[in-house]
């Protein structure tokens, strides 16, 4: 039963421990989407990416010494940083991340605005910080599945299936690459959606506002960036600017229409990180409850 229907009957539940307090609102945030085959669909397609990735490995370490296939195997791409640059940071992945951002972010917050149940959760044992961090954790599972996670499975099967753990050490910015890619971007996506939720008293409202800054920007961009062919418009697209991230993180080459220096790539994502951080703690601040 979830939380806010429970009234005043007396809970006959598990108390969880203080520490504990926000995962039965992760689970209610994340169950319904696991049951939804549109949106595990949706998952699917995101990983298509890394089954190239996969396939690539196998090819290369399968096929890769038959006599038949030998020079067409050489032709193609290894796993390395470069490539896994290009899974993460491709217009497909990103434009998948921000569909999944947007069906499960909008109305992380503004749904319990709309529903009048905000108040009940905050004026439990639930704290305002408790709260964020179910629901940011919510959006974060989802983001770590186009993520962190793939990159794991992929570095798993090439290691596995080349017998070589040596890869591991020559290609380690492959991992923590990718975890400060993960915590710069999507992590910082996460705040900025929740800043959006909190501020909106609908779901669609929320979305429909993500959707303009996200994509709107984009286009805006690119047409000034064709007027004046100066690199430095992409600092206000979010897309462009998670895939230079992407880039710059594992050290793969920029292209160059949109090269720009990499620290204002991590200011970018620094800026909005602190302002959506702002939003929330005025959102949040005070008797606990949202004002």
């Not at 396939?55 to 791409?77: C, E, I, M, N, S």
């Not at 629901?135 to 794991?152: E, M, N, Q, R, T």
Request: with cysteine.
């Amino acid at each position: 039963m979830p939380v806010y229907e429970q009234g005043y009957e007396s809970y006959t539940g598990r108390r969880c421990s203080r520490k504990a307090r926000w995962f039965p609102l992760f689970l209610e945030e994340v169950t319904p989407f696991l049951k939804k085959r549109r949106f595990l669909f949706l998952l699917l397609l995101a990983l298509i990416p890394w089954i190239y990735g996969v396939a690539l490995t196998f090819l290369h370490t399968q096929l890769g010494a038959a006599g038949a296939l030998k020079g067409f195997v050489r032709k193609l791409p290894v796993v390395n940083e470069k490539l896994v640059a290009s899974l993460l940071g491709n217009g497909y992945e990103i434009f998948l991340l921000f569909i999944v951002v947007i069906w499960v972010g909008a109305g992380l917050v503004a749904r319990d605005r709309r529903d009048k149940t905000l108040e009940l959760f905050l004026s439990r044992a639930l704290g305002s910080f408790q709260y964020l961090w179910a629901k940011g954790a919510a959006l974060g599972f989802f983001l770590l599945l186009l993520s962190l996670v793939p990159v794991l499975v992929l570095v798993t099967f090439q290691v596995g299936l080349t017998g070589e753990a040596g890869w591991l050490l020559i290609h380690f910015r492959v991992l923590w690459g990718t975890l400060l890619y993960t915590l710069l971007g999507p992590g910082t996506i996460v705040l900025f959606v929740l800043a959006i939720s909190s501020l909106a008293r609908s779901p669609r409202t929320a979305g429909l506002t993500f959707i303009g800054v996200v994509f709107l920007s984009d286009v805006a961009c690119g047409v000034i960036f064709d007027i004046t062919r100066e690199h430095a418009v992409w600092f206000f697209s979010v897309a462009k600017e998670l895939s230079m991230l992407a880039d710059r993180c594992l050290g793969a080459p920029v292209p160059s229409f949109m090269a720009i220096n990499g620290l204002w790539t991590v200011l970018f994502f620094v800026l909005l990180a602190v302002g959506s951080g702002a939003v929330l703690t005025r959102r949040f601040s005070g008797r606990g409850v949202l004002r």
